[in-house]
């Protein structure tokens, strides 16, 4: 009896070293991103900037893999259910902490489920219209969905994210009624609206070269302050709707329980190649913010924000599916 003691703490030392020695081999293998919306939209971009710094400051593959489909909980239940050892990531907008109070039920628990890995970029929505939309402000806009209530609708990336909210929020405030046409990612959300088969839609950073190409016409933009790259374009609070702001970020997590040795060095290798001068210029371009940090900031975040847009969707009398 006595000689199975020494072999019994051996083997709980054992455990106790394994996610330490786990952690200093890693990455061993090709690393996965998940990015839960379809490929050419934001959440796809961000989530590729992400695999190519990882791989150059990790030494090691990094493949996305793109799982759009209701409103992004079809791909973050993948990672949330995957192996905590730091191959399985997720690159999600803060659609994350929208879900939870927009949908009756969801696969996952955003605070439960996840490591905060880091946050990686905030950004604001471009509110652009097809050309044929006889208006060129927020304020036509407006008049035009006053004298047309219902008629107008617009294209989101899907039920739950920021470009879906930021619609819900406009017509929330200007007492107006458009309908919600959401589709599996911000690509096909604005061929949708360049198509014509939608009127608008509140649009992420991929609007930003169809703007400029002028396959949309850009009305408006929803930060507290205008577009650098298109500067000439009011914010929707000045424009038409006081106090109006909708911004959204995209963040990168990892299965709960992933090793903190693991969480840190991937937040650490993503924060390092964001403030490279190639990321940043991507960055410019696109109208983000480089917003890489720790992990306890993103923690913090997202407990602030699922008690946010609760009251935003409480608020807007947004009904739950």
């Known amino acids: 009896m006595w000689a199975r003691v020494p072999l019994l703490f051996s083997c709980a030392q054992i ?45 090691q593959s990094v493949i996305i893999d793109n799982r759009p489909g209701a409103g992004g909980n079809i791909g973050t239940e993948v990672v949330a259910k995957a192996p905590a050892d730091g191959y399985t990531l997720l690159a999600v907008s803060n659609s994350f902490t929208v879900n939870p109070s927009l949908y009756r039920k969801i696969p996952y628990d955003p605070i439960k489920d996840f490591e905060p890995v880091t946050l990686l970029t905030s950004y604001m929505l471009f509110l652009v219209c097809h050309p044929s939309l006889p208006v060129r402000s927020v304020k036509a806009l407006i008049a035009l969905a006053k004298a047309r209530p219902g008629s107008l609708n617009y294209a989101s990336a899907g ?10 929020l406009f017509t929330y405030m200007a007492g107006v009624r458009m309908t919600h046409i959401p589709y ?16 608008l839609s509140f649009a992420s950073t991929s609007a930003v070269p169809h703007i400029g190409a002028g396959r949309l016409v850009l009305l408006g933009v929803t930060g507290t302050k205008r577009s650098a790259r298109f500067p000439e374009a009011p914010t929707v609070a000045e424009s038409g709707l006081p106090g ?19 969480v840190k060095r991937l937040s650490d290798t993503v924060g390092k190649g964001f403030r490279e001068a190639d990321a940043l210029e991507l960055f410019e371009k696109q109208d983000l ?22 009251k935003v969707i409480k608020a807007a009398g947004i009904e739950q599916q």
Do not use: C
């Open 289 to 310: 913010e480089q917003a890489a940090g720790t992990p306890e900031a993103l923690a913090a975040l997202v407990t602030t924000e699922v008690t946010k847009w609760a």
């Open 244 to 262: 109006y702001e909708a911004t959204g970020w995209n963040a990168l997590f990892a299965p709960a329980g992933t090793p903190i040795a693991i």
């Open 15 to 59: 455990g106790l070293l394994a996610p330490a020695s786990q952690a200093a081999s890693y990455p061993a293998k090709p690393i996965r991103i998940i990015a839960p919306f379809a490929a050419g939209g934001g959440v796809d971009l961000i989530a590729r900037i992400t695999g190519q710094k990882l791989s150059a400051g990790l030494g």
């Open 184 to 199: 599996k990612g911000s690509a096909p959300s604005l061929i949708a609206v360049m198509g014509g088969e939608v009127a």
């Open 159 to 168: 039920s739950g994210t920021t470009t879906h909210i930021g619609g819900e």
